[in-house]
């Protein structure tokens, strides 16, 4: 429920009971993808495919409060499953670092970063999320969501391989530059950070 209407993303943290409305309205750019990955373990852990039929609100971004309607869970599923997919990389399916990954200490400095960088580590955990949301909702037969989430493993485990993988090491970051040329950083190749 503390998942905003408006973009489908949460904060990066909230409070419960009287205090609902405080909360941080930014988040890193790896918050979005751990309620999905709760939901799927969940889901895996006690075979509840019907808990995607419960109806709760959305948060809206400017006041903080819960929207006076109710939205199954699949639909904040399909809002969530939006965002991310919004906040790639152009022309990859790549997250943006964002606000920046599990790491607080690794804020960009330069605000342009936050949509032009991804973290190596926020790619991996959203395809692993991915991998697992294509094969629970297969066993759930709603193979709308299977087929798409099956599709978005694939083509991000494609850009993967294709940028953040560089001369057979991973790299902590890709910043790709204005013509899509990605420049690996945290890496034996980076030239930038030294």
């Keep these: 429920s503390h998942q905003f209407e408006e973009t489908g993303n949460w904060p990066q943290w909230f409070m419960f009971d009287e205090f609902y409305q405080f909360q941080q309205h930014e988040s890193h750019g790896d918050v979005i993808v751990w309620p999905l990955k709760a939901l799927l373990d969940y889901i895996e852990a006690s075979n509840d495919f019907a808990i995607l039929n419960v109806e709760l609100p959305f948060t809206e971004f400017a006041t ?110 890709i910043l790709f530059n204005e013509n899509g040329v990605a420049e690996p950083l945290l890496h034996p190749l980076d030239v930038r950070t030294g």
Aim: proline residues 3%; glycine residues 4%.
């Design 64 to 173: 903080s409060e819960f929207t006076a309607q109710n939205y199954s869970l699949r639909t904040h599923l399909i809002s969530e499953l939006k965002n991310i997919q919004d906040n790639f990389i152009p022309g990859t399916a790549l997250s943006c670092y964002g606000d920046g990954d599990w790491d607080d200490t690794l804020q960009p400095a330069n605000p342009e970063l936050r949509k032009s960088m991804v973290s190596g580590w926020t790619v991996q955990l959203t395809y692993q999320v991915v991998m697992k949301a294509a094969k629970i909702f297969a066993q759930a037969n709603d193979s709308e969501l299977a087929e798409h989430m099956a599709d978005l493993a694939q083509r991000i485990h494609h850009d993967y391989n294709q940028y953040v993988i560089q001369d057979e090491v991973v790299a902590g970051f």
